[in-house]
């Protein structure tokens, strides 16, 4: 998916050892939004944007180490030696021996002498690195005004960290005009490190720009032109996480050394074999407790009671992205998590004052199709028509922000049908849920609507399985296998022929074997991926486990 | 904080160099703290300190210099200290002792050691003698099985018939024929095949009949041939007998048949007299039919006409040896080794020997009749036997001193080419021609040295002896068959492509000086030709003899001078001296050698032309017969050279006779691909024209050469330019400019100095050329290489005009975006008056990508000393450049030029406010070196809101002498203490101090107790057991002293235990 911005001179931080100017170039394309404000708490605002930031580079994906050159070496060194073998069988031993030893000292000479080329070489490349680092952020943050705050989103470059700063307007003091609505904005790597000079001590200036910020008398280009093109999958990540934040959760609050003891235990212990995931003890009226497997450490957060009304057990993945909560911890008077279910999205709201932090975390770091499932978060809650949710986004959109129960007021539509409405308008990218404050806002992530049939599923048989799962064609049932694995099997009724799907998982929930008896997985194995019948088994198997 | 004392230590080991640096500082009157750093030298250092709490002096001094001498018992030394001997590289080793153990190896070819003597072969003498003759026709006409011929002790053997009949054939004893045709028919099909069974006699007679017979045979052979009840074999080799015996009339009339049972599509090609149609028309049938349908290639090599020989040719060197066409492939070896055709049988005998066997055995025998049936062929054993089969037709030719012997052998050997030449397994037995059998039987039979191995199936160097070929020793098999027949010989010499056969002929062929003297000036040449450096020798040799400097034969000397050997050429060009008057007086002699091959020769025309002069009529002769040869060449590379060669001798030597060139042939020289052929174009459009008036030739030839391809014409081009004058050129500017960002760099180059003698002679017209270079740097997108050349220009020849280029046009070129613009804005920067640019911008420009963009900012800076000490502030921004290099001039400009008093608190912690660590390093340095007590408070709290953790670390310095005894510092400080308490798994020293003064301070007076216990039991909650236990232990600490204060704490009495540790309740 191809995304086009257009901003009017870059984004720049001006900075005096008394003032700092943050202003924003947003995407001029996009309708008018612009808001000014000096920041009354800037050590907490520094701290939280560079959360943000830390969302925005975050890239935990396992990255495996190129080898080709080595295999490459290897390969050559054998015929090397087998070579070397076969003539010293032939009694040239020694002579391949002072030859060698000439051969090794010339290349030793060789290799000193052509050192200092290397070596500046590397230094260009670094440099070559660092002057298009910008290239390396895949979407630039959205920013949003509001009638009551100002908010900051971003998606990581790993499709699975999702961020999101508001700021109330009480952190603002001497506000001036301001525009709703949402917009891009130009970022660099080297904002971030204009973000660190922030200081109480000196005003710090938020401005959302659309004039630019004439800074040269340049002959460049008055518009820097962006095209990014973007993965489906990211834009389909984005989407999930964001619509996720809407469906019910477990929640409790968490005092800021907890957060503290969590990163403290994934600091101290680096684990090389899985299960990596965090088990949370949830017990009513006991303080929450986790366990990280597979050490099996027991961190009890002896401050933070869990208040709701039943027992649970939810095991989350991809616990290395809480890092990024780390510079929260001294700012926050609290955080509060929201637990989706096994393997399922999770989100941590960091209480900052009139500042919140969230951060959504997706079920996995590496959205791969093994630990997939995720689509099902795109389905329709509820069947709405298009006249009722164009009407209650008309509505949403009036005030920018509402709670169902006032859009029920305003609207005269049924609360079931204006929630209906709401998640087809979060899944759609046009509005959020806010989970500090409880309400939906208007919020269009691109200028262009997403094609959301064409998101929703990254293949034809994700749909084909959200069929079978719609039209209840599939039963399932789950053994313990060895090893802490899960078996499970099933039938799948796929038109007049019933079909036999059955899968393992791993205790980390991905999928290490798979059968099934149809033509597709007869053709191809696993090797495009899972078929329709297992896919349906599996989502079958999350919706009872939840 | 002030630097007391501190030592620089640095370690190096190999390509390692630590540095360790140790610091010694007063935090507060009497209070001083150890600090360390250390890390890769040049790179960021990591920071740590030995003193939680400051210490008294003494107490300070004893860490130091603990902590110095621990590392230098580690191995570190004092900076600017000699290091250690073991430290020091250890000095290379000598290079190239081994060298001379290097050269043992022997030479690849070891195939022609000493022969074993002459006396080894049997002379040629009649094909049988009288003794087998009359033992052959006994054997014939005994028909009974029972009499035993040769007898052994202890063995009773008869000859077998079919043996006796095949050696008749072998030996053409015509007498046998009548034998022949009585015993035809004589064996039942269904016998035994040694009895002569399965059609074995039969087969055997028809084969010596087509060798021996006479007219009378043909009847009996047409029979054959028509007997549907005859194998399939049988068959075959009656057809072939039949072709041998035949005249001509029926031979045609026979082919005629064959053709007709060719499949329809062949006919017409077949039929035709084009070799081309029918390899067109063969192609395109295989292409569409089976596999099988193949067979056809077997019946038309039975018509073998030069209409189809050609197409048999090119599909036997491609068919693979598999099934099915093996089945036809050895029909057609048989019918190529019955039939003396040396070619077949020689392309046939090298595929055998290069194509590995399709499977290792032969349990998969080939039966003939079921060949098609059968899965595979071409075994191992087929292989082997094929292989042997080949060597043993020619021994027994060569046995029997038949001519054939000469005529396969050189078919055999002539398949052979140096490709073929396989790589070395072992250099000291095995030579790369070791795998093929009959070739070197052939070549080496008589060797002393290389014999077939003892599977007989490569040949190698026997054990102890020594495979350094011996000169002149003849080692071939049946010499005298050779010198009987040198034509052999000669048609190797000519056509081979094989060294080794070319080692052997050349020999050979020496053995037979009769025959070398009849040879002709064309058959000398030939030789000559050859790059095979024995054969040219010959040639040379044969050369020599025939030259008689009285009458002298041209062709003969043109042919050496052209030869590809080079000592021939040195002879010719010695000969052609000698003869010049008679070489200059014909235009095609020298012609030839103006366009000769070689460019020595070429040279050696030149020098020839150089010495003489020519009559006019002879000398446009020449001019005319070079240049129509020239225009007649082609376009390959090699010709290129002769190309140019001709044209600078007929520049250099024939410049009086070019005149009468008309300029239609000029034209026609411009418009030939050649490059060489070209310059002679532009060559002599230069001469006509430089006499006259330069600007007369017309526009479109001077395009023309401009863009021509080739450099050396455009560079005639560039010359015509040059020789304009100036006012003329000074008005083409804009050509000018557009060759100066040419994608030629020859334009480029050529077109520079125009400009700078333009440039100079008009300075208005210099000015617009160097404003319009300065516009296309601008504009993006030239080709490679051109915005550097432009920059040369520019910084050159042209630099007196730009550099009156106004200051915005500077800002342009220092703000586009291409590296070269960039550079020259750099240069122009340093004429900018430094007053006139903001300190801002100074800052920014020492930012910039552009080395000359620093220089010239820091030049600015440097000047603006005065400007820099007022704004400090924006001044020190310049630390913080992008670029390391600005950054380390920085450091070293307030380092050497400003004192103490320009760092005031606020200076420093801008500086420290970055966040590289280098520039944090400095901040710290002139933190310490230029520490003011007043400056304290402020560097404090505002450090103290830094994110990075090494300057919350270094600002615990700070907090015993300026935050203590001070509650409201205290209240503004909770964030502060709040993050470096939360940091997570980092900064021990950082947490113990700042928990030593909360406890301190704490415990002071209740308003900072409240505050301290706020803290701590935040923090309290950690699951760090040395935080916790200290939180808790100074929340308790601070309640002893201020009972005032709520604890947050609920103290549980520990347990009661009993005996073995059992709780007890109490």
Known sequence: ?546 | MKLVKTTSLVFAEGRSEKVYSVELCEVGPGQFVVHFRYGKRGGPLKDGSKTVAPVKKAEAERVFDKLVQQQVEKGYVPEGASRPAATVAAPAAAVGTSRGTASATSPGVSGSAASRGAGGSRGPGELASEAQRARILERLAQTGSDRRWFKRPGHDKTWNLQRAIWRAGELRIAEAEPHLLRLLGTAPLSGEAAAGGKGLRDYCIAWALGRLGSAASVDALTKLYRDAAAPGHVQRIATLALVALSDAASKEEFAEHMVASLPAPLHAGARGTSPEAFTAALDAYLGSATPDAWGVVDVAYVIDSPTVRPAILAQLARAPLAAPYFYFIRHIFKAAEYRRDARVFGLLALRIEKTRASFAHANHSYPGGRARAAPEAYGGHTRRYLRHRIWRTLRRAGRAGDADYVLLAVGVLLAFSDRDAAPLIDVNRYDAWSGYLAFNHILFEHSSEFAPSAGRNTWRVKRGQSAVPKPNVRLEAFPKLWEARPEGLMHLLAESECTPVHTFAARAISAVPAFLAQLDVDDVLVLLGRKFEVTARLGLELAEKRYDPNAVNLSLLVGMARAVYAPARARAFTWLDEQRIKVLADTSVVSALVLAPHSDTREFARRLLRSAVLPPDVGLALVARVVSAMLALGSAPEDDARARDATSTLVSTLAPHLAGIGSAVVKDLLAHPLAGVQELGAELLLRAASGADAASIPDDVMVQILHSQHHNVRAVGLRLLAELPDAVLSKMELLLVRLSIDKNADLRNASRPIIARVAVAFPPHGETIARALVESLLRRKLPDEVPSHVLRMLKGELFGFVTHLDTSDVWRLLQSGSAHAQELGGLLLARVDPAQVELGRIVQLASHDVLSVREAAWAFFDKSEARVRTSMADASRILDAKWEDSRRWGFEFFRTRLGGEAFHADVIVTILDSVRPDVQAFGRELAQKHFKDEDGPVLMTKLAEHPTVAVQVFTTNYLTRFAADRPGRIESMVPYFTSVLSLVNQGRVAKQRVLAFLEAEGAKNEESAQLVIAILHRISATISVESRGATIAAMVAIHHAQPGVVLPLRIKAPPMRGPGGIPVLV
């Open chain 1, 1 to 546: 998916m191809e995304f086009q911005y257009s901003y009017k001179g870059s984004s720049t931080v001006a900075q005096s050892p008394d003032r700092t100017a943050l202003s924003f170039s947003p995407d001029v394309t996009r309708e008018p939004t612009y808001f000014s404000g000096e920041i009354g708490k800037p050590l907490a605002f520094r701290e939280a944007i560079s959360a943000l930031h830390d969302v925005v580079v975050s890239d935990l994906r396992f990255k495996p180490k190129d080898k080709t050159a080595y295999k490459a070496w290897a390969a050559q060194q054998e015929i090397i030696d087998w070579d070397e073998i076969a003539r010293q069988r032939a009694g040239n031993a020694r002579q391949i021996k002072d030859l060698q030893a000439q051969l090794t000292e010339l290349s030793a000479r060789a290799a000193s002498r052509t050192k200092p080329f290397f070596a500046e070489r590397q230094k260009y490349f670094n440099w070559l690195w660092q002057k298009d680092r910008d290239a390396w952020y895949v979407l630039d943050p959205v920013i949003t005004v509001h009638p009551d705050e100002v908010f900051f989103e971003c998606f990581s470059e790993d499709e699975s960290s999702y961020g999101r700063l508001g700021a109330s307007y009480e952190v603002f003091e001497n506000i001036g005009a301001f525009a709703c609505g949402t917009t891009n904005v130009d970022y660099s790597a080297a904002l971030y490190d204009e973000f660190q000079k922030i200081r109480s001590y000196k005003t710090t200036k938020l401005g959302i720009d659309p004039s630019g910020f004439e800074v040269t008398t340049t002959a460049e280009d008055a518009f820097k032109e962006v095209k990014i093109d973007l993965p489906d999958s990211w834009v389909r990540g984005f989407l999930q996480v964001n619509s996720a934040m809407a469906l019910p959760a477990r929640t409790f609050d968490l005092h800021p050394m907890d957060v503290h003891n969590l990163c403290f235990v994934l600091r101290r212990r680096k684990e090389k074999l899985g299960p990596r995931s965090m088990r949370w003890h949830l017990t009513p009226g006991q303080p929450v407790r986790v366990t990280f497997d597979p050490w099996g450490t027991e961190v009890i957060c002896r401050r933070s009671i869990y208040k709701g009304a039943d027992a649970a057990e939810i095991r989350v993945w991809g616990r290395r992205r809480l890092h990024i909560l780390e510079r929260l911890i001294p700012i926050a008077s609290r955080f509060t998590v929201h637990l989706l279910g096994q393997g399922m999205p999770s989100f941590w709201v960091a209480d900052l004052g009139h500042m919140t932090f969230t951060l959504g975390l997706s079920g996995w770091t590496s959205n791969d199709w093994s630990k997939s499932g995720n689509f099902d978060l795109l389905a329709p809650r509820k069947d709405v028509d298009e006249a009722t949710k164009l009407k209650v986004f008309a509505a949403l959109k009036k005030d920018w922000l509402a709670t169902p129960d006032q859009l029920v007021a305003t609207t005269g539509v049924s609360r079931a049908h204006v929630l209906g409405a709401l998640s087809a308008w979060t899944q759609a990218g046009r509005a959020i849920y806010d989970l500090a404050k409880g309400v939906y806002r208007a919020r269009e992530l691109s200028r262009e609507p997403l094609p959301l049939d064409a998101l929703r599923f990254s293949n034809e048989r994700e749909s084909a399985a959200m069929r079978f799962i719609d039209a209840q064609a599939v039963t399932v049932r789950a053994n313990a296998g060895p090893d802490n694995t899960m078996a499970l099997g099933g039938r799948v009724k796929a038109g007049g022929n019933e079909l036999l799907p059955s899968l393992v998982l791993d205790p980390d929930g991905r999928v290490v074997h798979g059968e099934c008896t149809c033509n597709f997985f007869q053709q191809n194995q696993l090797r495009k991926g899972p078929c329709e019948h297992m896919l349906a088994l599996r989502l079958q198997h999350q919706r009872q486990v939840h």
